[in-house]
């Protein structure tokens, strides 16, 4: 560079590269659900369970709907790969062990406080698991409609059954031997979420049939409206249709994986025979 501050040879003072807004509205929606996961905490701290459950809850729509923003408007970018992968951890890993321990498993404490933490050891291993087999290029394409293990979303909702239980029309006793059974149950959910047990992905419903639009559409407002009036309600609803889905995701992917070894065979050159 010369006295006057030119630069020679050619070179140029590198500056900052300006960003698309396509690239930064994704990572606005999961910094918003970090802000949700981080603020339930806050409320279960507090002993507000029901709003922090719902907050969770919250995080868990927002994790579905910058995906599919970022896809939309073609925002799609390695950071926002890996902040929505601490943003699910947190959400959905660290926000439902916390708020399930304050809300009841402290009362058996080192034994509740175990279930926490394998919990959210559980999301993230599945977490770390998901990022590395979504870089497999040798999968079949029917893979996709499905997930290795239980999601961490999905996780976090169904481990909150108990809260749901017991802010519902239904009722739940408080006493130690609920409390052992929500930890076996919190338990349970940590092992479906690090398990090779197949879940149906949902990723097949991206799109809907023009002619179906608007029904559709109406059962889509029906429904949000019956879950902010009936909130626990409807989530215990959500929990079991899902839990109930699992043997019919097995079963699915067991079919496909049968099709996959027939076609195999089928493909495979006969064996030479062999001298008698």
Not at 253 to 260: G, I, K, N, P, V
Request: aromatic share 12%.
């Amino acid at each position: 560079m010369n006295e006057q501050g030119t630069p020679v040879n050619g070179q140029r003072k590198r500056g900052f590269s300006r960003v698309p807004m396509r690239i930064v509205l994704p990572n606005l929606v999961t910094l918003l659900a970090i802000c949700l996961g981080l603020t339930s905490i806050r409320f279960a701290a507090e002993g507000k369970f029901e709003m922090a459950a719902v907050f969770i809850v919250c995080a868990a729509v927002l994790d579905g709907l910058d995906g599919r923003l970022a896809r939309a408007i073609d925002g799609t970018s390695r950071f926002g790969a890996e902040l929505d992968s601490l943003a699910d951890f947190v959400d959905f890993g660290v926000a439902p062990a916390f708020l399930l321990y304050f809300w009841s498993l402290h009362d058996i404490r080192s034994l509740g406080w175990f279930a926490a933490m394998v919990f959210a050891i559980a999301a993230a291993l599945r977490l770390a698991r998901f990022n590395v087999m979504i870089e497999d290029p040798d999968k079949p394409a029917w893979h996709a409609q499905f997930f290795v293990g239980m999601p961490a979303p999905a996780g976090a909702i169904i481990a909150m059954l108990p809260i749901y239980l017991r802010y519902s029309v239904l009722g739940l006793p408080d006493n130690q031997f609920i409390v052992a059974l929500e930890i076996l149950y919190v338990l349970a959910i940590a092992f479906l979420m690090v398990s090779r047990i197949p879940h149906f992905s949902g990723k097949q419903l991206g799109r809907v049939p023009r002619e179906y639009f608007i029904p559709v559409l109406f059962a889509v407002a029906a429904f949000v409206l019956l879950l902010a009036t009936f909130t626990m309600e409807v989530l215990i609803g959500l929990t079991l249709a899902y839990l109930a889905l699992i043997p019919l995701a097995v079963r699915r992917h067991q079919a496909f994986s049968r099709q996959d070894e027939a076609a195999a065979q089928v493909a495979a050159p006969p064996s030479e025979a062999q001298p008698g």
